[in-house]
């Protein structure tokens, strides 16, 4: 069994920062992708960020300039830090955890909300 949990979400002000951050635990020989989503009301959930185990981070063009994913491999976490927010950036932020050569796994998500 895997569990994913996320912390960090609430309201800020536009232009403002958060960061958020996740930890993977249970039964993990190794993560091969961790990541995080988002869902706004009435809309899909969108990738926001992914970090591989080796190699180069992805980020949506939404974000790019704007957010940055960083990792821990040793410890299985996470984390998001989100600058120069804007209200579109209002959604349930999501933790992904894709174990190698096995499924992935969410966290229950996290709300954070934009706005003056």
């Known amino acids: 069994q895997v569990q994913v949990v996320e912390s960090g979400g609430g309201l800020v002000q536009p232009g403002g920062s958060l960061r958020l951050s996740c930890a993977a635990s249970g039964s993990i020989f190794s993560i091969s992708t961790m990541g995080w989503y988002r869902q706004a009301p009435g809309k899909e959930r969108e990738l926001v960020a992914t970090?591989?185990?080796?190699?180069?981070?992805n980020y949506a063009d939404s974000v790019k300039g704007r957010f940055t994913i960083s990792r821990d491999n040793a410890k299985n976490t996470v984390s998001l830090q989100m600058n120069s927010l804007k209200p579109e950036d209002t959604a349930v932020y999501y933790c992904?955890?894709?174990?190698?050569?096995?499924?992935?796994?969410w966290g229950q998500g996290t709300q954070v909300t934009v706005s003056s």
């Open positions: 992904n955890a894709r174990l190698t050569f096995s499924r992935s796994y």
């Open positions: 970090i591989p185990s080796v190699g180069s981070t």
